[in-house]
């Protein structure tokens, strides 16, 4: 079976501080792909990252990156220098190589104080 | 370019009645796809079309449920004799191709939906 966990359902941070949003997931297949999604209070899903899972390299797109080691099923997200902007809730999530649809985590929601 | 576009954004209906949700994806995608989100379920995967077929409709509550796409383009989820536990934000998404061709699923606003 595939499977998502966020293990974090809320995090507050203070403005300029990096936080961490954890993923970990579980399947049986050797190719898949990992997403991350944010979104804000305005409701609508917003594309982050895809990964694949033959492709281990970190990636890092300004203030935000991501860690993934398949050694231990996670997809870690880091946002640094975080800001009030990235309030939001954030969805982790699994797609086999085989279906084409999302399996998500249950979400972390991110708190940014100014 | 336009994104994925729902209507309505707001539906408020009384139990038993049905109701009809709209998706316009991107121009150009061949997929789409029908999640739904509410507070005990999480985000749940419903349907999925390639084209105007639906290749996995593993995700549908019930038979209450059904879509169509019609034009590889706009799809319509009726929801038949509506019952409270179907409140929930239904979300739409599409993508350019499917399986290893798929890139990302790009969504929509959602249409929330409230039955009283």
């Known amino acids: 079976a595939q499977k998502v966990t966020q293990a974090q359902t809320e995090i507050s941070v203070v403005e300029k501080e990096d936080v961490t949003l954890d993923c970990v997931y579980e399947?049986?297949?050797?190719?898949?792909?990992l997403f991350w999604y944010k979104q804000p209070p305005s409701g609508e899903l917003v594309f982050l990252i895809r990964?694949?899972?033959?492709?281990?390299q970190n990636e890092i797109s300004g203030r935000y990156s991501w860690n993934f080691q398949k050694s231990t099923s996670s997809f870690n997200f880091t946002i640094t220098a975080s800001q009030v902007v990235d309030s939001a809730v954030y969805f982790c999530?699994?797609?086999?190589?085989?279906?084409?649809?999302?399996?998500f985590g249950t979400g972390t929601r991110l708190q940014v104080f100014p | 370019g336009a994104g994925v576009s729902q209507s309505p954004s707001n539906k408020v209906t009384e139990k038993g009645k049905d109701v009809e949700l709209r998706c316009d994806p991107i121009s150009g995608h061949t997929a789409l796809y029908w999640y739904r989100q509410s507070l005990g379920q999480g985000l749940e995967f419903l349907i999925y079309f390639q084209g105007n077929s639906a290749p996995d409709k593993s995700g549908l509550p019930s038979d209450r449920f059904s879509a169509e796409r019609t034009g590889g383009s706009v799809s319509t989820l009726t929801i038949q004799r509506t019952q409270q536990e179907d409140s929930a934000v239904y979300l739409c998404?599409?993508?350019?191709?499917?399986?290893?061709?798929?890139?990302?699923?790009?969504f929509g606003p959602g249409t929330r939906l409230t039955v009283t």
């Open positions: 399947t049986r297949d050797t190719t898949y792909y």
């Open positions: 998404a599409s993508s350019l191709g499917t399986g290893y061709q798929q890139r990302e699923q790009y």
């Open positions: 990964r694949n899972s033959f492709d281990e």
């Open positions: 999530a699994l797609r086999s190589y085989n279906t084409d649809k999302l399996i």
